[in-house]
């Protein structure tokens, strides 16, 4: 399953360009604060924590847990509409960020839950993906339909 999103959008700003790039190939990239060391997702052009402008890049380990969720019964547009419903899941990454997307299909995520990310290449841009953690080697959420 992949998304293509508007190409002005898909190239970001100053703060976000390596980010997307890095989902065009497949990796989520997260900041690190140089100063406090902490991280911090989406992009942004100081840390949220300390105020320090000063930040390295970062590939996440993909792993997480299920913070919140939502299931999604009805379609905002045609194009969607065989996608219903669907869940989209906040996880709370290992580095500490949350990061927001889609569950696989066949079942809404629960509270707490070890899951791991895929993200899913698109010609322009990508979609964060979310499996549960016992399930991810078994499936591949870019073969699945939702």
Known sequence: MSLDLDPS???GDRDSRAFWSAVRDG?????????????????M????????????????SGRGTVY????VHR????DHADEVPYSVAVVTLEEGPRAVGRFVPGRPPRFDEPVTLAVTPSRRSGVLWFAPLDEAADEDPDRRSP
Do not use: K, N, V
Not at 68 to 71: A, F, N, V
Not at 75 to 78: K, S
């Open 27 to 43: 990796r989520l990239l997260l900041q690190r604060c140089s100063a406090c060391r902490r991280a911090r997702f989406p992009a």
């Open 75 to 78: 379609a905002l547009d045609a």
């Open 9 to 11: 959008l898909a190239h």
């Open 45 to 60: 052009p100081g840390c949220p924590y300390c105020g320090s402008p000063d930040a390295t890049e970062e590939a996440a």
């Open 68 to 71: 919140s969720w939502i299931t």
